[in-house]
């Protein structure tokens, strides 16, 4: 029980539950440099669940095999006897847990699968950011393009393509509740880049995720506290649409890296919008290296 120690299950909204772990002072995962602390942990991530009586749509596996059995066995308690999966997108601490759910129905868009058939043999040797390996990783076994809707319980489910942090991520949008759960695609304190020549096309993108009209999100990496009392406002959209337009505006204005992040996005940790977290700090310097070309092990 020692990697799951600190799992938290929270409830956002009725039937909605968020499996937390991270954000704890003096854990690691392993003392060496891995995927599961650096990048995971150390930011706090959640996977989720969607339970309408007997049925559950779980939205990733989490960081461990422990960690998606322990979602299952939340799950069992509750009475769920079909699972269905979801994979947000490809990124290794959103995939670990998937042998928990071989006997499931997993379903990803398929740029995933794409991305999971092309690296199936590093994942499972731990060569592929590192250890610990995924080994066996499941791949899914249902793909979609663009959109698909399910229904849980009768209730619509909508899943949605985007490109935002990565280039093949999936979000779950819940018309009738207006709540949107954003995998990565949306973070807090700051979005992580994946490939800093797609700004322009992320904005786009969350532009669209705008017209949803969501009132509450739901983000994998965000504030315990404010995930617990039931998501993020629109805001958070127009925060991070915000911090992205400034690290564009950063290629002309290098000059600006030398500010720190608690400046950068002040008025939003000052309205509320987010929630202060210095273990954001190293995002943004690896966000402004890749912005700025710079070298990652710079001085």
Do not use: K
Not at 45 to 56: D, M, P, T
Not at 191 to 205: C, F, I, K, N, S
Not at 250 to 276: C, F, K, M, Q, Y
Request: charged share 25%; hydrophobic share 45%; glycine share 10%.
């Amino acid at each position: 029980m020692t990697i799951t120690r600190h799992l938290r299950i929270l409830e956002p909204a009725p039937g909605i539950y968020a499996y937390y772990d991270g954000r704890v002072p003096g854990f690691r995962f392993a003392e060496a440099a891995n995927w599961v602390d650096d990048g995971a942990l150390s930011l706090g991530i959640a996977a989720y669940a969607l339970v309408r009586g007997g049925e559950a749509l779980v939205y990733d596996p989490h960081v461990s095999v422990e960690h998606a059995r322990a979602m299952r066995a939340h799950l069992d308690g509750l009475g769920v006897r079909r699972i269905t999966l979801v994979l947000s997108h490809h990124h290794l601490d959103h995939v670990a847990g998937t042998e928990a759910f071989a006997d499931c129905e997993i379903i990803a868009n398929a740029r995933t699968m794409e991305h999971l058939r092309r690296d199936r043999a590093a994942i499972e040797a731990g060569t592929l950011g590192g250890p610990p390996a995924i080994a066996p990783l499941i791949l899914p076994n249902r793909i979609f393009s663009g959109q698909m809707a399910l229904f849980l319980g009768g209730e619509r489910v909508e899943l949605i393509e985007a490109e935002i942090h990565s280039d093949d991520a999936t979000v779950l949008w819940l018309p009738e509740q207006r709540i949107l759960l954003a995998g990565d695609t949306l973070e807090d304190c700051v979005t992580y880049v994946g490939d800093p020549h797609r700004l322009a096309r992320h904005l786009e993108e969350i532009g669209r995720l705008r017209a949803l009209g969501a009132v509450s999100i739901l983000p994998n990496h965000g504030a315990p506290e404010r995930i617990a009392a039931g998501g993020y406002g629109p805001a958070f959209l127009d925060a991070t649409e915000d911090y992205i337009r400034w690290l564009i505006a950063l290629r002309d204005h290098p000059e600006r890296a030398s500010r720190p992040l608690r400046e950068v996005i002040g008025p939003w940790i000052e309205n509320g919008t987010l929630v202060w977290f210095d273990g954001y700090v190293p995002v943004h310097e690896q966000n402004m290296d890749r912005v700025l070309n710079r070298p990652a092990d710079r001085a």
